[in-house]
């Protein structure tokens, strides 16, 4: 079945610093939908970006991440990190439109001083 | 724009106890859900629904139920809270099933 990886569990920045976390999936479909949500604390979980595009960077309030077909990649950047980046992200894969949505195992993000 | 409302915001139950949570949409969304978060975990699917009528369970289904009231409207019940067990339950709701989710504050459950 279809899965999502998160290889980081916690990662732990200094302000300033680049941010990639790492999402790979497994699918057979050849058209999913790959989608970046944020948890930060005492708040719901919001989407943060989404892509069904090969090889087009996607982005949305500072962060980045490109679809890439051939690495079955979905990793999330963003240039420079925040005090206010912390907290915890999923990313998630839907094989089709049709397809509910399959959850990675979250990292957790902690922007230190 | 719409809002999705979780109660309780806190739960705190008993060994062996049934325990019903509730979720409300206003997004006139026909897709809704219920996850449970553990840490390193990530989301667990617990049950869905496509559409008014509709029930599906999902990866982590056992020792729940589900109940989709109207379109609006989807709870869950625990039907025996194991002693220890502590969680938040995230219920959500989107246009379709491919579609983005939007999700409720989350119910943090205690069991004692």
């Known amino acids: 079945g279809d899965s999502v990886t998160q290889t980081e569990g916690l990662v732990t920045l200094t302000e300033g610093l680049p941010v990639m976390l790492n999402c790979t999936y497994q699918?057979?479909?050849?058209?999913?939908?790959l989608f970046w949500y944020v948890h930060y604390l005492n708040e719901s979980p919001r989407l943060l970006l989404k892509?069904?595009?090969?090889?087009k960077r996607t982005e949305h309030q500072g962060f980045h991440a490109t679809l890439h077909k051939s690495s079955s990649s979905f990793h999330l950047q963003k240039s420079s990190a925040q005090l206010s980046d912390s907290a915890l992200y999923y990313c998630?894969?839907?094989?089709?439109?049709?397809?509910?949505?399959?959850f990675g195992q979250g990292t957790s993000l902690s922007v230190v001083p | 724009g719409g809002i999705i409302t979780q109660t309780p915001k806190f739960l705190i139950g008993q060994e062996g106890q049934k325990l019903t949570l509730k979720c409300q949409q206003n997004?006139?969304?026909?897709?809704m859900y219920w996850y449970r978060q553990d840490s390193g975990k990530g989301l667990r699917l617990i049950y869905y629904?496509?559409?008014?009528?509709?029930?599906q369970k999902g990866d982590l289904s056992e020792g729940y139920d589900a109940s989709r009231e109207k379109k609006s409207s989807f709870s869950l019940t625990v039907t025996s809270a194991q002693k220890n067990e502590m969680a938040v339950f995230l219920c959500?709701?989107?246009?379709?099933?491919?579609?983005?989710?939007?999700f409720g504050p989350g119910t943090r459950l205690t069991v004692l």
């Open positions: 959500a709701s989107s246009m379709g099933l491919g579609h983005e989710q939007y």
């Open positions: 699918t057979i479909y050849s058209n999913p939908f």
């Open positions: 892509s069904s595009t090969d090889n």
């Open positions: 998630a894969l839907a094989s089709s439109s049709f397809s509910k949505l399959v």
């Open positions: 997004f006139n969304h026909d897709t």
């Open positions: 629904s496509i559409t008014e009528n509709d029930l």
